[in-house]
Every structure is written in C-alpha cells, then in structure tokens.
C-alpha cells in the first residue's frame, strides 16, 4: 500500500540546505520508500541531491508519498517535521 499527504512549507528557507537534511535524515530512520513530490517532479527524499533539485520554496505545497512496512509511521514523522517549520 502506499499513503501520501500533502503538507504546505512554513519555514523561511522552504526545502533547502538544511530542512533538507533535516528531511534526509528522518526519511532514512524508516524502512519504507520514501519520496517527495513537487508540481509533477518526484524525487527519493533519502537524497539530499534530490530534495535539493526540486527548489521548493516557502509556501509551496509538496506531497509526501510512503511505501513499505513502516509507511504510517515515516508519513505522521516527516509531515510533523513540515507542518513544525523544521524547527525555525
């Protein structure tokens, strides 16, 4: 099964340097397929290259798609992690 929600960017930097290692870095503690979506642009989000191409800036609205035996978990901790401002 795959989940997916869709969570808005509220901090200042949007999905840059480091928020995206931030996502990087909670994506990998799970064993599910992680991905991020962006106006049609999907990119593993266990990569920080790929997190990084899509430029996603404050205010952009981005999916996060999970897939695997701990798919529920990785979505609840990642949007929490977006939906927080990444801490800012």
Do not use: W, Y
Not at 4 to 33: C, I, W
Request: charged fraction near 20%; charge should be negative; include cysteine.
């Amino acid at each position: 099964m795959v989940v997916e929600k869709q969570v808005t960017l509220k901090n200042g930097s949007g999905l840059h340097a480091r928020p995206a290692s931030q996502f990087v870095a909670e994506a990998t503690k799970f064993s599910s397929d992680v991905f991020v979506e962006v106006n049609g642009k999907r990119v593993n989000a266990k990569s920080i290259l790929g997190l990084l191409a899509l430029g996603a800036p404050q205010g952009a609205t981005v999916s996060i798609i999970t897939e695997g035996p701990d798919e529920e978990q990785a979505l609840d901790a990642l949007c929490k992690l977006v939906d927080g401002g990444f801490g800012e």
